[in-house]
C-alpha cells in the first residue's frame, strides 16, 4: 500500500462521494480516505493525486481571473477526456462499470439514460453546505452536457418522440431555439427547450433520487426512468401523479425505517435524507432524531401549445392541493388520536417538496409550524396495529364536518400565546359539537361521549372567555393564555378521540350536538 498524498482541506470539504466513485470504493472507504485511515494502491494514490492536482490548478486559474476560490467547482463539468468526463475516465481506470448501459426497446430511455450514467458523477461534487444550489442554480449542466456525444442522440431522439415533441412550439436551428411555453395546473408558467428539458429531467431525478435517501449511479438512472415517464404522461395530456414529500416534527421513527401508511411511505430521517432536504446544516443532525418524511403522489397536470389559453383542468388535477391539505391534516389527526396523553406534542408538517420533471425552480416550500419538543413521540414497531387501526378509521371516516376544527387546532398550537390562538382552539370545540348558537349544551354532550373523570368545567370558562374576546375586555397575559389553549386543545382531542370511536356516523352530520344531547339524556334516564 503506497502512502497519502497531501489532500488539502477545500477539496475534503467537496466530500466522499467524488472520491469514492473515481476510486471505485464504498462511500465509507471513500470517508476513510479523506481522513487518510485507509491504504491505497499504487492507481489509487496515482488517480487521487491527479484529482487533487486538478482541482488545485482549477482553483488558481480561477483567482488569477479575478474570480472567487469557489468558482472553480463550475469549472470542474468541463473536464473531459476523449468524450467523457474525467470522472467517468478514472472510475473506469479503477475497474469500475458506469451504469450507461440499459436493456431497452425504447430508443429515447436507452439513450437518455446513457446521458444520465455519463452525467451522474457531475452531481456528486458538494458545494458548499447547499449543494442543491450548486447544480441547480449554476447553469452549467446544459454545457456540460453539449460536450457528451450522446446528447444530440438524445435531443434527435425527443424530437421524434410522439409524447415529447408535443411540448414544443417553436423549431428552431439549435436546440435553444426550439421551445414551447407551459402553464401547469397550480398556476406555475414556464418555457421548456430541447436543450433545458434534459438538465430538467436530469437535476430533478437526481432530487427525487437524494430526498428518498439512496444515492448510486442505477439508481440515478433508474430514476431517470421514472421521471421521463412522467414527462411523457403529461406531454399527453394526461393526470400523471407527480412525487410528492411532506415532511413532519415532533415524531420519530425508531426501530423501522419506513412505514406504508394509507396515505403513502413514511421514512425516517437518514444522514443522506436529513443533509439534502432540510438545507441547513444547523438542523440535520437534530432532526435525525425529530421527525419523519412522507412520500406519496400529487395529482399534476400541464397545458401548452395551442391550449395554453384553455383552463378547463381535469377535476383530479385541481383537488389536488386539497388532497395535500387533507393528507397533512388526516396525519396530524391520527398521530393526536393514537398518542392521545397530556399535552403530546402535535405531530405537524413542515415543509412541502413536489418533483415534476419540467420545472427548474426548486419546488420545496416550507412553512411556519408548531414548536418543535425536546421529546418527540416514538414510534416503534408495537405501535403499528395502533396507527394502521386510527389511519383507517380516519381515512373511512367522513371527517368534512370537523376539518375546521383540525386546522384550528393546529393553527392554535402554532402560537399557543397568543389570544389568537385561543380563538382558534374555542372555534375548534365549537365546530366538533356543531355548537353554532352557545356553548352551553357542550357540557353534556361532551360528558356523555368522554364517560370518564373529566374537567368539563373549563367549558363553562372558554364560554365567557369567548364572550370577553369578541367583546374587547380579554385580558389575560400570555403564560395564562398558553395554559388555557393547551387545555382546550386537550379537550378537543380527548372528544375527537371518543368521537371517532362511538359515533363516527355523527362527525359530519349538522345536528351531532343535538343527537349528543339527546343520547346523554336518554343515558340518564336509564340510570
Known sequence: MMSYPAIPHFVKTMGHRVVSYILNVTEAEGRLILMQKLGL?????????????????????????????????????????????????????????????????????????????????????????????????????????????????????ILADPSLERLFDAIGNDPQQTFGDYKDATGHRGVVSLASLPVSILINSYDLMRIRGIVSADRFVST??????????????????????????????????????????????????????????????????????????????????????????????????????????????????????????????????????FSLDNRRQDFGS????????????????????????????????????????????????????????????RNIFAASDDMERIEPAARHLVNAPLDISMISALAEDWQALLTGEFFEDPETISEKVNDCVQLCLVCLHHLYLQHPHLISRADRLQALCDLAETQTGDR
Open 41 to 157: 494502491s499504487r492507481t489509487q494514490r496515482d488517480t487521487l493525486n491527479q484529482y487533487v492536482e486538478l482541482c488545485r490548478q482549477l482553483r488558481v486559474s480561477a483567482v488569477e481571473q479575478g474570480e472567487s476560490e469557489q468558482s472553480f467547482f463550475y469549472r470542474l463539468p468541463h473536464v473531459m477526456q476523449n468524450g467523457r468526463h474525467i470522472f467517468n475516465v478514472w472510475r473506469a481506470q479503477q475497474g469500475g462499470e458506469l451504469a450507461t448501459r440499459v436493456n431497452s426497446v425504447d430508443p429515447l430511455i436507452s439513450a437518455f439514460c446513457q446521458l444520465a450514467g455519463e452525467l451522474y458523477p457531475l452531481f456528486l461534487i458538494k458545494a458548499g453546505h447547499r449543494p442543491h444550489l450548486f447544480y441547480r442554480g449554476a447553469g452549467y449542466l446544459t454545457a456540460a452536457i453539449e460536450q457528451f456525444p450522446i446528447s444530440k442522440i438524445v435531443q434527435k431522439r
Open 224 to 357: 431517470v426512468q421514472e421521471m421521463l415517464d412522467i414527462a411523457r404522461s403529461l406531454a399527453d395530456g394526461e393526470v400523471a401523479h407527480i412525487p410528492m414529500f411532506v415532511g413532519f416534527r415532533n415524531a420519530v421513527l425508531t426501530n423501522l425505517a419506513e412505514l406504508d401508511t394509507k396515505w403513502g411511505s413514511i421514512r425516517r430521517y437518514t444522514p443522506s435524507i436529513a443533509e439534502y432536504v432540510l438545507q441547513a446544516p444547523g438542523l440535520m443532525a437534530k432532526r435525525r432524531n425529530n421527525g419523519f418524511m412522507l412520500e406519496s403522489g400529487y395529482a399534476f397536470a400541464i397545458n401548452f401549445g395551442d391550449f395554453l389559453e384553455d383552463d378547463d383542468w381535469p377535476d383530479e388535477a385541481m383537488d389536488a392541493n386539497t388532497d395535500q391539505q387533507t393528507t397533512e391534516l388526516n396525519i396530524t389527526l391520527c398521530m393526536a388520536l393514537c398518542y392521545l396523553t397530556e399535552y403530546k406534542p402535535f405531530v405537524a408538517p413542515e415543509w412541502v417538496w413536489r418533483i415534476d420533471p
Open 370 to 429: 408548531v414548536a418543535e419538543t425536546s421529546d418527540p413521540i416514538a414510534i416503534g414497531e408495537l405501535d403499528l396495529v395502533d396507527i394502521e387501526r386510527w389511519s383507517m378509521l380516519v381515512d373511512d371516516t367522513d371527517s368534512s364536518g370537523i376539518r375546521l376544527a383540525m386546522s384550528r387546532l393546529y393553527a392554535a398550537a402554532k402560537r399557543p400565546n397568543t389570544q389568537g390562538a385561543l380563538v382558534d382552539a374555542i372555534i375548534a370545540l
